[in-house]
Nanobody, 127 residues
């Protein structure tokens, strides 16, 4: 069974950086899209970025120019580098993997929506 584990969350001041990791067991980068979502205080599950199996990357407008996705296929790990963090970026960040996940919409940030999800990692940005 595919396992997804996020790590790298923490607390930073505004303007700081964090790098989140998403390690996926039995990861086949050519089959799975990998998406990052977040649940911010008082909001629904929000798409942050998507990495398709053919290497296309998209970002939410709110994080464009500040966040960057990269992949280490050998390690089965996808990274989310987050720079110039703002208090509005505070939330629980989730990674999910699924065939064609980039075409799906998550509402609950869980496997109830689709695919394989991690447990989430907390990011707190203070002003």
């Amino acid at each position: 069974d595919v396992q997804v584990v996020e790590s790298g969350g923490g607390s930073v001041q505004a303007g700081g950086s964090l790098r989140l990791s998403c390690t996926i067991s039995d990861f086949k980068y050519y089959e799975f899209d990998v998406v990052w979502y977040r649940r911010t205080p008082g909001s629904e599950c929000e798409l942050v970025s998507s990495l398709t199996a053919n290497g296309r990357i998209n970002y939410a407008d709110s994080v464009k120019g500040r966040f960057a996705v990269s992949i280490d296929n050998a390690k089965g790990t996808v990274y989310l580098q987050m720079n110039s963090l703002k208090p509005d970026d505070t939330g629980v960040y989730y990674c999910a993997a699924e065939t064609r996940a980039a075409l799906m919409v998550a509402r609950t940030c869980s496997s109830d929506d689709f695919g394989y999800w991690g447990q989430g990692t907390q990011v707190t940005v203070s002003s």
